[in-house]
């Protein structure tokens, strides 16, 4: 029996033990410390939480856009969510957002937009001046549109105005190339912006609207999410999908040709909230939209 190194091997075998009578404190220790721990994200059984939820929930006065049937559907916006609008070119996502801010200011509620596809006050002049606006707030200049300077412009919003609302028009100028460069996928990338935008939310309190384009543009023909550009992780991490269309009629001079009328069906596709969804008719009229019924439809 060789009993040269025996001495080295019990001292190493002494280590260990102790090592892991170390650890095994450790850990004994971590479960006394946790055992009484109550920090904001403590593990608490089904019914305390759903209680907790609610009285929460009972706090938060959802923002309504004065749309009855999309208010009836979503049950009004709440802060946190980020909310996808799309539509074909032309088809007015932006005059929507548009009409939405002149309810939300009416109702005291600040407003911060980028709009990243005219100029200043080219978008300016689409609103209705000759009600109080200012409540909506906007960059002096867009000097950037990466997701850094972004967020650093909404939080001086919230910081300076209170901002509740944050408009984004639109998503793909927020793809950088460096973010292109990491990623090597636009698909990826937009997912990544998607989910800052979510957190960010989440952080500053508001409700995030953001334009994104579809892949498709077909006249008269109703989108769906598979038609939205470039990644499913647009529909994935928003919490609402709103899908706008104009309507169409024969041209009675043409009956090849399709003409767009001023009327335009809005689908909720998607909602997290409650789940419903269905659809309700518009019609577009200075710069704004309005409601032609009030009655909602599966889409």
């Given at each position: ?12 075998k002494q280590k ?129 549109s990466n997701m ?45 912006i998607m989910r ?104």
């Open positions: 029996m060789d009993l040269s190194n025996l001495g080295e091997k019990i001292t190493k260990e033990l102790e090592q892991e009578l170390a650890g095994e404190r450790e850990y004994l220790k971590k479960l006394e410390i946790l055992e009484r721990y109550a920090g904001p994200d403590k593990i608490l059984d089904f019914p305390t939480l759903k209680a907790e939820y609610e009285a929460k929930a009972k706090l938060i006065n959802p923002i309504k856009s004065k749309l009855d049937s999309l208010d009836s559907l979503l049950g009004g916006f709440r802060p946190q969510q980020l909310i996808v609008l799309s539509a074909p070119t032309g088809a007015g996502k932006t005059s929507l957002l548009q009409t939405m801010t002149h309810t939300f200011v009416r109702d005291e509620i600040p407003c911060l937009w980028f709009s990243f596809e005219v100029g200043g006050l080219e978008f300016l002049n689409k609103f209705d001046f000759s009600q109080d606006m200012f409540r909506a707030y906007a960059p002096k200049e867009n000097t950037d850094d300077w972004l967020i650093t412009r909404i939080l001086e919003g919230v910081a300076k105005f209170n901002t509740k609302i944050v408009f984004i028009d639109h998503l793909h100028f927020l793809v950088s190339m460096e973010m292109l460069a990491e990623t090597r996928s636009t698909s990826l990338a937009i997912g990544m800052e935008l979510k957190k960010l939310a989440i952080k500053t309190g508001t409700t995030i609207f953001l334009v994104a384009h579809l892949a498709k543009t077909d006249d008269g023909a109703p989108p769906t999410l598979k038609d939205l550009r470039d990644s499913s992780f647009i529909a994935q991490e928003a919490d609402t999908v709103l899908l706008l269309h104009r309507i169409y009629e024969t041209d009675i001079n043409d009956p090849r040709r399709k003409i767009m009328t001023s009327n335009a069906i809005l689908a909720v596709v998607k909602n997290r909230y409650s789940g419903k969804t269905g659809s309700l008719k518009l019609q577009y009229e200075n710069n704004l939209y309005k409601e032609l019924n009030n009655y909602t439809n599966g889409y």
